[in-house]
């Protein structure tokens, strides 16, 4: 190995940095435990830190007491969950990213107008099941441009699409070509619901990967948008893995390629991007590590006011 090239921008996104954010203000006010509807992000990493300071991380709303704060994910949750939450009297502390918001928002919107609407996403994501949610009478998922092809829906006068935000950048244009094709009349978003960090990763791994003889993506198999990096490298024709820790390093990684790229999913913590260029150097401390900056990203989401407020006078 004669170098290690960094992507720029990589790791956490202004979405997860808010969800955490949140957790941690939560924390300060409710203290433990504390109940979160989901893994706040798909990162094992970030997960188990959290359990380690009182977090109970719960799949149904069922499970939490009566009356007890409970804290929503990133990735977003369906209006059933908002109505089983105040069934029950839960303290709501809302931490969907604002990007997802912005797809529940437009669901909303093309229901209250009669809109059917074609969801492009992955099958079981709790993203996608949380924004179908929204109009489950009106709204049907597909996964690929061959899902689009053989999609049978009745007539509809008014058809719009939506995506999943932490897709394929490529996946999606397909995909969407071919509803484009099949209905004319679709209405496309002005801008596409991928977000600026997904879109700003991936482009910065086409520029690593034809950089380098080997790619590494730091993050959680769980993670789409991570999955979604590797993809685009093997597209490419630069071998990928995706790992979470050092101890994941092959030895002959280190003997075998010359340049090793390393990019971060948005929801992977830059310390273990850290752990990992420490086991590949393994005490080679001559061995230089670079970064490949394709953007520089400006983009932050701040708390609720009332949330903050909270947390400084505990």
Not at 124 to 136: D, N, Q, R, Y
Not at 195 to 201: E, G, I, P, S
Not at 249 to 254: A, I, K, S
Request: proline share 5%; glycine share 6%; charged share 20%.
């Amino acid at each position: 190995m004669e170098q290690i090239l960094l992507a720029a921008p990589r790791g956490f996104c202004a979405g997860v940095a808010y969800a955490i954010e949140v957790v941690d203000l939560a924390l300060k006010i409710h203290g433990a435990p504390l109940y979160v509807r989901h893994a706040i992000v798909h990162n094992e990493w970030v997960v188990k830190s959290f359990e380690a300071r009182g977090v109970i991380f719960v799949e149904t709303i069922e499970e939490i007491p009566n009356g007890m704060p409970v804290v929503f994910s990133a990735h977003g949750v369906s209006p059933e969950i908002r109505s089983q939450s105040k069934a029950r009297n839960l303290t709501i502390i809302d931490a969907t990213c604002p990007l997802v918001t912005k797809v529940h928002n437009e669901a909303k919107h093309f229901a209250a107008k009669g809109y059917f609407m074609i969801y492009i996403g992955h099958k079981g994501h709790v993203e996608a099941e949380g924004t179908m949610g929204e109009a489950p009478d009106r709204m049907v998922l597909v996964e690929t441009p061959e899902d689009a092809r053989n999609l049978e829906i009745p007539h509809y006068d008014k058809l719009a699409v939506l995506t999943q935000t932490t897709l394929s950048v490529d996946e999606v244009r397909s995909t969407m070509e071919v509803l484009k094709e099949r209905f004319p009349q679709i209405h496309t978003p002005t801008k596409e619901d991928i977000c600026y960090a997904t879109t700003n990763r991936q482009s910065a791994i086409r520029e690593l990967a034809v950089n380098c003889d080997l790619v590494l993506i730091v993050g959680s198999t769980t993670s789409s948008n991570s999955n979604r990096l590797r993809e685009v490298a093997e597209s490419l024709g630069t071998e990928s893995h995706l790992l979470l820790t050092p101890d994941q390093v092959q030895p002959h990684w280190r003997t075998n390629y010359k340049t090793i790229g390393i990019s971060s999913g948005a929801s992977t913590p830059e310390q273990l991007v850290e752990d990992v260029i420490g086991a590949l150097l393994d005490g080679h401390a001559e061995i230089p590590v670079n970064v490949l900056e394709t953007i520089k990203e400006d983009v932050s989401f701040k708390p609720p006011r009332d949330l903050i407020q909270l947390a400084m006078s505990r």
